[in-house]
């Protein structure tokens, strides 16, 4: 294919898929192309828009549904993690459930830094320990991260802090803090959500449950 050809076919890159969407810079020629560090912030700025269009928000059930078919719980089962948080966290399917539901949300990425705070905290080699703290801190703590999770003044401070002295705790108080969030925000609404309910008022296996 001649080279004019393959220039026209190919897609625009991320930055001008924005400018597009946003009606600015070189869509179509009707307003003035941002200039470079206003470009940069848009980007920033719509960053974690990127990342919620990539959730699976509109049906978690289905995606749910794909993912733990085989192992879908008696609704008796499903009926003990309304006990507790924990419970519910402890759960293969009920795990899966909670991270559907809150992808509808768009909180998922409070149970993602609980969950890499678990695998952090299993880590032996003091190397991999503190190239792991550094990303979950990267990621998640530090202001404008990409997954930045709701944390006061003082457990951010106190964290960066911990990173001055690596160790299996560095992340004990701001894990506590957004189970505490979830445990009394998140989960009551998972507790009364259509996905919920229905895996606790599904039928009997062998009746309409054939898969």
């Known amino acids: 294919m001649p080279f004019f050809l393959r220039a026209a076919l190919k897609p625009p890159s991320q930055e001008v898929h924005w400018e597009m969407l946003l009606g600015t810079g070189r869509a179509g020629g009707v307003h003035k192309r941002h200039s470079m560090k206003e470009a940069k912030d848009m980007k920033n700025r719509l960053g974690f828009l990127r990342r919620r269009n990539e959730s699976p928000g509109s049906n978690p059930a289905s ?3 794909k993912v733990m078919k085989s192992v879908k719980p008696a609704p008796e089962e499903a009926v003990k993690w309304g006990e507790s948080l924990d419970k ?4 293969k399917y009920g795990l ?7 992808c509808t949300e768009f909180s998922e990425e ?5 969950l890499a705070c678990e695998d952090y905290k299993k880590i032996k080699s003091q190397s991999k320990m503190t190239s792991k703290a550094k990303k979950i801190f990267a990621e998640y703590i530090a202001i404008q991260s ?7 003044s003082y457990t951010r401070e106190h964290t960066k802090d911990n990173l001055q002295n690596i160790n299996r705790t560095c992340f004990d108080l701001a894990q506590k803090r957004i189970f505490g969030l979830m445990e009394k925000d998140s989960y009551p609404r998972f507790l009364r959500s259509e996905l919920y309910l229905d895996l606790i008022n599904q ?3 062998n009746s309409t449950l054939s898969s």
Not at 110 to 114: A, D, G, S, V, Y
Not at 146 to 152: A, H, R, S
Request: proline share 3%; net charge positive.
């Open 63 to 65: 995606k749910l549904d």
């Open 203 to 205: 039928k009997k296996p």
């Open 96 to 102: 899966a459930a909670f991270r559907a539901f809150l």
């Open 110 to 114: 409070n149970l993602e830094f609980w």
């Open 146 to 152: 990409c997954k930045e999770v709701n944390l006061d």
């Open 88 to 91: 519910l966290l402890l759960h």
